[in-house]
């Protein structure tokens, strides 16, 4: 019943930047967690960022130059993507996992956003 959409995605230069937004949608439990992953070409799906409560965490290759964080909407979160490289290029997909409530354990994904570095 929960659905999430993002939004932000597209082309931009490297040194650049971007900011993706996720919208959750539906009965969620106060308890949960939200984080971005991303799939490149020819690579694993790997956690961006996620944010429970007041704690982020991020993967290395992106710690000082991504910054998830709540915006103003309930159940929203962006990810503001600065200094952007090639490598970052990947569809970049919204998650949401309940940790409380009947629905633990329960997580969604969105449908993605492709992120394109390039000059």
């Known amino acids: 019943q929960v659905q999430l959409v993002e939004s ?39 956690m961006v960022a996620s944010i429970t409560g007041g704690t982020t965490n991020y993967t290395d290759s ?3 130059r991504f910054t998830i964080s709540r915006e103003n909407a309930k159940n929203t979160v962006a990810l503001q993507m600065d200094s952007l490289r090639p490598e970052d290029t990947a569809t970049y997909y919204c998650y949401l996992i309940e940790l ?13 956003t492709l992120v394109t570095v390039s000059s």
């Open 8 to 46: 932000g995605g597209g082309l931009v230069q490297p040194g650049g930047s971007l900011r993706l937004s996720c919208a959750a949608s539906g009965r969620i439990d106060p308890i949960y967690l939200m984080a971005w992953f991303r799939q490149g070409p020819g690579k694993q799906r790997e």
């Open 62 to 64: 992106v710690k000082g």
């Open 100 to 112: 409380g409530g009947i629905n633990y354990g329960q997580a969604y994904w969105g449908k993605g």
